[in-house]
């Protein structure tokens, strides 16, 4: 493992591969259905990578304020059609006065958070009286993840244990930085199933396809395709099929903090 912190910069440029236009998204329903209620809000994303949800939220507001540790992917951002408010910060210091936001929300980036504990605090001053707080993702602690990755690259299943916050905890942090009607729910489930040859041509086994994998040394990714390969061949050998899944939920936490 090289490190457990991505440099986005160097990804950037083919972060949105992961975005096809043929995709509908659950999770961004479930985003959408809280944003309807605060229907022209300040809107803040913490780690809004290239401006994928805060684009699809102008359909709510004009008010879309982004920020990101990376510049690379405030780059990419600067190219959605939707006025967007960038700003390079991080996530456990924003720079933002209290009060500002009726909702704030993450996706698929508290694990690159350093201090959880301290976004949610930071979370809770920003937000208006009123405002919500969601932050969407999985979490490897639940024990219903299963995901091939985990199985055939070296040290990713515990780096991920390592990097996200357990939704328990997370509530619990929540609760006590002051936010109210705390609850989680599963909002999207994620279920592909590659058989044999097919799972080499998975955009996801893609090294910069996920922060999991391009955070792995060179020969350690390698060495994974290679179990990969193998696995393959053996099935082949017995003249049966492997099937190689990913079944992973994705869940959202979510708070608000009462006038
Ligand atoms: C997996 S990407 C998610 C981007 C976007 N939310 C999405 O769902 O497409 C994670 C993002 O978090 C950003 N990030 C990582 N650490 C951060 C920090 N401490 N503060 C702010 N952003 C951070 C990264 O630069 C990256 O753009």
């Known amino acids: ?46 780690g809004s990578g290239t401006g994928y949800w805060l684009n699809m939220l102008h359909q709510i ?24 408010k960038l700003l390079r910060g991080s996530a456990v210091q924003l720079p933002y006065r209290d009060n500002s936001f009726d909702l704030l929300y993450s996706v698929d980036a508290i694990h690159h958070f350093v201090d959880h504990k301290a976004f949610v605090a930071e979370a809770f001053r920003v937000l208006k009286p009123g405002g ?9 602690h639940e024990g219903i993840t299963n995901w091939y990755a985990y199985d055939y690259f070296d040290g ?3 780096t991920d244990l390592r990097r ?7 509530l619990k942090w929540m609760g006590e930085e002051g936010f109210e009607n705390t609850s989680s729910q599963t909002v999207e489930h994620i279920l592909n199933v590659h058989v044999g040859e097919a ?11 996920t922060s999991q994998l391009a955070l792995l040394e060179r020969e350690v990714y390698d060495e994974g395709i290679k179990r990969i390969k193998r696995a393959i061949a053996d099935a082949q050998a017995r003249s049966e099929k492997i099937v190689f899944s990913s079944d992973i939920q994705i869940k959202m936490f979510l ?3 009462f006038e």
Request: proline letters at 7%; charged letters at 20%.
């Open 1 to 46: 493992m090289k490190t457990s912190h991505l440099n986005y910069d160097q990804i950037a440029s083919d972060y949105n591969q992961r975005y096809p236009t043929s995709q509908q998204w659950e999770r961004g329903q479930a985003l959408l259905d809280l944003a309807a209620r605060y229907k022209d809000g300040n809107f803040l994303e913490v």
């Open 132 to 140: 919500a707080f969601v932050t969407i993702g999985h979490d490897p």
């Open 255 to 257: 708070g608000y903090k």
């Open 199 to 209: 799972i080499l041509r998975d955009p996801f086994l893609k090294q910069n396809a």
């Open 164 to 170: 996200y916050p357990p939704g328990s905890s997370l």
């Open 61 to 84: 507001t004009g008010k879309l304020f982004g920020l990101d540790y990376s510049f690379g992917m405030i780059e990419q951002a600067k190219g959605r059609p939707a006025p967007l």
């Open 156 to 158: 990713v299943y515990d």
